[in-house]
């Protein structure tokens, strides 16, 4: 899509922070992080939400997305971590290609996920 900001990350005509890729999935850092090492994982693919992604392509993503989330995890050395993913503008869509929030999770980050946590 040529006016999406994550294809031009996938063809490399914006910069990112690259912290995993492979043939179908693309990992980077978040540029307003909601806490210390905030990842987005995407498809390469483009696709507006995850109900327009068919199952191999939501398959693809979903085992890249146990390996980046479990090396995230461990490289922040986090205490846990909330894997959200936005579709449509009323539940918090601003970039209409499908992305996963990786938020690593330490005691006293300062996020607020919206229900009761510890
Ligand atoms: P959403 O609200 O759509 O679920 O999340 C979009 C995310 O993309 C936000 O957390 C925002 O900070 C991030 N973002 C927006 N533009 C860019 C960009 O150009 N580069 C990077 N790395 N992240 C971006
Ligand atoms: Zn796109």
Known sequence: MADCIFCMIVDGKIPCAKVYEDEYSLAFLDI??????????IPKRHFVTIFDMPPEAVAACGGALQKVAQAVFKG?????????QNNYAI?????DHVH???????AGDGFKVPWPAK
């Not at 996963?100 to 330490?106: E, N």
């Open 76 to 84: 922040m050395n986090a205490e846990g971590m909330n894997i959200l």
């Open 91 to 95: 539940a918090g869509q601003q970039i």
């Open 32 to 41: 307003n992080p909601l806490v210390w090492g905030h990842t987005l994982l």
């Open 100 to 106: 996963f929030h990786l938020l690593p999770r330490r």
